[in-house]
């Protein structure tokens, strides 16, 4: 049996301003996906504790589960892509997330890398990791229509990485941070709508680039600061960063309320990824306080570490 571990993606700096042109960084956690493969008589996919509405039709005694084949169309074209690259495979793929999906996290790169790296395994096909971000980025593309890199390389290569979308570059950053936590608001709109309207916002308004600028030169000076390993300074851009994408129109009050409820004990916090709710990393100078009121006031939270390594066999 083959098992992987595929893991979570959150940004550190400069979402948003990366589909201008500006780098951004990400960080891969150790928290993601967990997926199994067998060899088997069948292909089956089993994938465990995910939300459906189930209806149960008696006359033809079935029971179908709704919205699962959207739900599962990455791990579908994950195992068309690998079938066209890799050949055909009989086996049973079980997929374990420990982060919920739809809130920033990467749970769908996770699942497309992962699905990739374990039906390679499972074929006995060596596959590098820059072969797994590309293959992962089509399922992303292929799925969405439209989607950045960002997310499949980090879950490919893993670690702290400065991303450079247009064109594609990627450097990975030796630098380490103490434990976050990554606090889940309900999100109110898909990365596409909410990327869509901050184009909109920037068509319409030739000053709402000078907020792109300003962000491309928080991430520059995130990147000093992460490597001198000073957290009052990384907290402070996290604040700073995550005033300007509120200028962007993508922070919304419930994160502010969050981020000022928590402010005497962190370095800093902001929205991770396309934002209106979704991942809020905190950065906590006191850990027993920011868990004890995080659990009072009944936010979803999440303690996690950065994780050095990508898409792993375990
Ligand atoms: N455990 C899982 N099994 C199968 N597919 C999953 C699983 N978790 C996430 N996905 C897929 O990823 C999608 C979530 O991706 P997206 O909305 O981009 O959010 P994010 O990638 O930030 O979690 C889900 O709708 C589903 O299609
Ligand atoms: C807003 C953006 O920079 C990141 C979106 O991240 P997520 O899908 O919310 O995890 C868009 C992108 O890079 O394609």
Redesign the pocket.
């Known amino acids: 049996m083959v098992k992987v571990f595929a893991p979570g993606v959150v940004k550190l700096f400069g979402e948003h301003a990366v589909v201008y042109g500006k780098p951004a960084i990400a960080t891969t956690i150790d928290r993601g996906?967990f997926i199994e493969c067998e060899k088997s008589d069948r292909l089956i996919i089993e994938?465990?504790?995910?939300p459906s509405t189930l209806v149960y039709l008696p006359e033809e005694g079935r029971l179908e589960a709704l919205g699962a084949e959207?739900?599962?169309?990455?791990?579908n074209t994950a195992l068309k892509i690998a079938r066209e690259r890799w050949g055909k495979l009989k086996a049973r793929f079980s997929?374990?997330?420990e982060?919920?999906?739809?809130?920033?996290?990467?749970?769908?790169?996770?699942?497309s890398v992962g699905i990739l790296k374990a039906y390679s395994l499972c074929a006995n096909v060596e596959v590098s990791k820059e072969e797994l971000a590309k293959l992962g980025h089509q399922v992303e593309l292929n799925?969405?229509g439209i989607a950045s890199p960002m997310?499949t390389t980090a879950v490919a290569i893993g670690g702290v990485l400065k991303i450079w979308a247009h064109p594609f570059r990627v450097e990975k950053l030796d630098v380490s941070l103490p434990q976050f936590y990554i606090v889940v608001l309900p999100r109110r709109g898909?990365?596409g709508e909410i990327v869509a309207d901050v184009k909109a916002l920037l068509d319409r308004r030739r000053s709402a680039q000078s907020v792109i600028n300003a962000i491309g030169e928080v991430v520059e000076e995130a990147e000093g600061c992460l490597r001198r390993g000073d957290l009052n300074c990384v907290g402070e851009l996290m604040i700073l960063n995550n005033w300007l994408l509120g200028a962007l129109g993508v922070v919304d009050n419930r994160v502010m309320t969050l981020l000022d409820l928590l402010k005497t004990f962190v370095y800093g916090g902001k929205i991770s990824?396309a934002g209106r709710g979704?991942v809020v990393l905190i950065l906590p100078k006191d850990e027993t306080v920011v868990e004890k009121i995080l659990s009072a006031t009944g936010y979803t939270y999440f303690k996690v570490s950065i994780s050095k390594t990508g898409v792993v066999a375990i």
């Open positions: 996906v994938s465990i504790g995910t959207r739900f599962f169309a990455y791990v997929i374990k997330s982060l919920p999906p739809s809130i920033g996290a990467a749970t769908s790169a996770a699942v799925v969405q997310d898909t990365t990824g979704g």
